[in-house]
């Protein structure tokens, strides 16, 4: 089966830059992605890689390791508004033949001032 | 314009009840999920469906049906309701099955007493 492991809890000051790690086991892995979800909110896409190296969107950059299975997303330039659950998600093969996502356990960022 | 849309948004009911949730989607995509995430924010995926066919079904209580008359509306229906059940259930879209962008839904607080 499948398992992700991230922290269940980072704390950072504003302006400073987090770092989010995250491990996974997986069979007929396709790709890691991030998602941002805000207490009471739904879960929003931030970044997906599908292979090893690092993705940067604006203040949010997201890296793979295929060969470690592991990935992180980085936060810099952290704004209160940052304050978040975290979550990653592979993309891996099903058994019926399609692909799914299976999220981990979620980080809650607390940025302070 | 909201792109996946759901009701109710709170649903507060008792065990033993049978329940609708009901998810419509104005992108135009292909696929649709239900996903249901407990107190401790673990989301996991229920169903999915593409084009109206079901392509994912996890190890679900048989209670929990899935309906999709059309690729933009993805219902669910819950027979005798469980405390268990008490949950958020966010329906969600991609583009298609294969696609690693998924766009979530408000959610649905469910709470059964």
């Known amino acids: 089966g499948q398992s992700l492991e991230q922290p269940s809890e980072v704390t950072a000051v504003e302006g400073a830059i987090v770092q989010i790690n995250c491990t996974y086991q997986?069979?007929?892995?396709?790709?890691l992605s991030w998602y941002q979800q805000h207490d009471g909110g739904a879960p929003t896409f931030l970044s997906y890689n599908a292979l090893d190296g690092l993705e940067e969107t604006g203040r949010f950059s997201s890296f793979l390791s295929r060969s470690d299975s592991y990935g992180y997303l980085l936060l810099q330039e952290l704004q209160m508004k940052d304050s978040a659950s975290y979550f990653c998600?592979?993309?891996?093969?099903?058994?019926?033949?399609?692909?799914?996502?299976?999220f981990g356990t979620g980080t809650q960022l607390k940025v302070e001032l | 314009d909201t792109a996946v849309s759901q009701t109710p948004k709170y649903l507060v009911t008792q065990m033993g009840n049978d329940k609708s949730i009901k998810c419509e989607q104005n992108?135009?995509?292909?696929?649709m999920y239900w996903y249901k995430q407990d107190s401790k924010k673990f989301l996991k995926i229920m169903f999915s469906y593409n084009n109206k066919e079901l392509i994912i079904n996890e190890t679900v209580p048989n209670r929990f049906s899935p309906k999709s008359p059309d690729k933009a509306h993805l219902n669910l229906h819950i027979n005798s309701l469980e405390l268990g059940d008490s949950a958020v259930y966010f329906c969600?879209?991609?583009?298609?099955?294969?696609?690693?962008?998924?766009?979530f839904g408000p959610g649905t607080r469910l709470t059964v007493t």
């Open positions: 969600a879209s991609s583009q298609d099955s294969g696609h690693y962008e998924q766009y």
């Open positions: 992108l135009g995509h292909d696929t």
């Open positions: 998600a592979v993309r891996d093969r099903f058994t019926g033949g399609g692909n799914k996502l299976t």
């Open positions: 997986t069979s007929g892995f396709y790709g």
